[in-house]
């Protein structure tokens, strides 16, 4: 949930997720007293009414039973939290915290698409500037049975420096 927090985010951030702080629960008839983890979340830019640096605290409690609501609600997510946690999509943390927070917090997270360049890159380009040399080693290993001798053959080969165009050759 932190990670899709923080990958996602478009005005409120995770300020803290292990803060222990006691918080007061109302059963029945009786007040309990429980310390438990906290999450923090704080707007990182002003937002609506919201100005920047506003917190909400949300007790593990709350997120669990948030969390045990949605399951009872979205049975496709139900199935996907039994495969483990890292099938939790930002969709589902915006659920979870809406519910937790009784649909005070809205996070609108943002999933933006990944870019992948429609032409290949050359490899090359990538790594080396065109005015260094590359030295590479070449060996074969020739092996025969009759006589139980191996015998080694070590090529090596150069890149030049060319000015306009890239040429190999062996020395």
């Excluded at 949300?58 to 099938?87: C, V």
Aim: aromatic share 8%.
């Amino acid at each position: 949930m932190i990670f899709c927090i923080d990958t996602y985010r478009t005005w409120i951030e995770v300020a803290d997720d292990n803060l222990y702080k006691e918080h007061v629960i109302p059963r029945n008839n009786r007040t309990d007293f429980l310390v438990s983890r906290t999450l923090v979340l704080r707007a990182c830019k002003p937002h609506g009414t919201y100005d920047r640096g506003m917190t909400w605290t949300i007790p593990e409690h709350d997120l669990d039973a948030a969390l045990a609501t949605y399951r009872k609600q979205n049975g496709i997510f139900k199935s996907r939290m039994k495969k483990g946690a890292s099938s939790l999509t930002a969709e589902d943390t915006e659920n979870i915290i809406r519910l937790a927070t009784h649909g005070i917090v809205r996070l609108e997270l943002v999933v933006r698409p990944v870019h992948i360049p429609s032409k290949p890159v050359s490899y090359t380009h990538l790594t080396l500037p065109p005015i260094y040399s590359v030295e590479i080693s070449v060996v074969a290993v020739s092996l025969k049975k009759k006589h139980d001798s191996v015998a080694i053959h070590n090529h090596s080969l150069k890149k030049k420096q060319p000015r306009q165009h890239n040429t190999w050759h062996t020395e």
